[in-house]
């Protein structure tokens, strides 16, 4: 039960692009006289959105496209002493529970949404500062899954609080501590894809599948997608030279993992030599990936500009005989490839330590 009392409908905080192309299915599923009366904030903090503030205004989807100016814990170097780890679980809860309140308080002057102004609000990823903000607050909202089944391969919200889970649920729901993906207080529910993938399945989770929203955009409305994320559409088919089309090319969608820059290099050049077989590859870097593919790999076609996969689904005549990546849950939902390959997280132990990858055994 929403408990806003508000001035404005509805409001998306969104952190990736992934985040503003799921927000634009779900604006596009609405009735039509409940469109363009959303907000949609871009967060600064981990993206670098380019001109899609512009385009989104453009696009007439919004009543308002906002830039918010989120801050981490860390930007403020007095609350270093409260992000310490102690082996004393008293110790460390009485640091936290601190922290829960300092860290907001610092990030207030940044914040210049007035979010008490809307009746719903949606929030990808709510372990970002924006999470503990409006719990702080004591602003009710709806989570959004970050990814396309993300919770499947890294459930934040146990990975992040192993040790003593069930107290520290405890003291979130009361709001003394804040947990993400509706474990807060004022966390009305959280919406996920695919409860099915789930290992730990929690009462607020509310599958709200994706693809389906995608099937029931109109043509205008795919149009309209594709020019939000790839205004220059056209010319990136003409850049790729329609080698796409031609049924002998293969995808990679990088990630920004592992941490080694040499080691994302290494797992390209390994990945080309051993699914390529004859194909022409063209590589999709993740927006967070800054690896320089396009130097490194000039026999290759390296995918400009940054944009969710998905929107490929909107370019006619777009083919790949393969696609691959290591854990892309997007690669489910391409439609252009012959065959989809996820190579799965095992796949890193050959690159790096398991334990910085493998979330769910450290769970």
């Known amino acids: 039960m929403q408990k806003n009392k508000t001035k404005y409908d509805r409001i998306y905080v969104c952190h990736t692009f992934y985040n503003v192309y799921v927000t634009l299915l779900k604006e596009c599923n609405r009735p039509e006289e409940e469109q363009g009366r959303a907000d949609i904030a871009l967060s600064k903090m981990s993206t670098d959105f380019g001109n899609l503030k512009e385009q989104l205004e453009a696009c007439g989807m919004f009543r308002k496209v906002h830039i918010l100016d989120e801050r981490k814990a860390s930007d403020f170097p007095e609350l270093a002493k409260y992000q310490k780890s102690h082996n004393n679980v008293v110790w460390h809860m009485v640091n936290r529970i601190i922290l829960t309140k300092k860290h907001p308080q610092k990030m207030e002057p940044y914040i210049t949404i007035d979010f008490k102004q809307y009746r719903d609000i949606y929030v990808y990823c709510d372990w970002d500062p924006i999470g503990w903000y409006l719990s702080y607050k004591h602003i009710y909202y709806h989570a959004m899954e970050d990814g396309l089944d993300c919770l499947k391969y890294l459930d934040g919200a146990r990975y992040e609080n192993r040790g003593h889970f069930g107290l520290k649920a405890f003291l979130a729901k009361r709001n003394i501590i804040f947990i993400q993906n509706g474990y807060g207080k004022y966390c009305l529910d959280m ?54 089309k031609d049924g002998n090319c293969m995808l990679f969608l990088s990630q920004p993992h592992p941490r080694s820059l040499e080691a994302r290099i290494q797992i390209c050049k390994d990945i080309i030599r051993d699914y390529a077989k004859g194909c022409h590859v063209v590589i999709k870097p993740h927006p967070r990936d800054t690896v320089d593919y396009e130097t490194l790999f000039p026999e290759c076609t390296v995918i400009k500009g940054k944009f969710p996969i998905e929107v490929l689904n909107f370019i006619e005549g777009t083919h790949f005989k393969l696609a691959i990546s290591i854990v892309t849950t997007a690669l489910d939902t391409i439609d252009f490839a012959d065959e989809k390959i996820n190579l799965g997280q095992s796949f890193w132990d050959a690159y790096e330590d398991p334990e910085l990858h493998n979330y769910n055994a450290a769970i």
């Open 191 to 244: 919406e996920v894809n695919d409860r099915s993938v789930l290992k730990y399945d929690y009462e607020k989770y509310v599958e709200v599948p994706r693809k389906p929203l995608e099937l029931a955009l109109s043509d205008s409305q795919r149009k309209m997608i594709l020019k939000v994320f790839m205004p220059d559409a056209g010319q990136f088919m003409e850049e790729l030279g329609n080698k796409a």
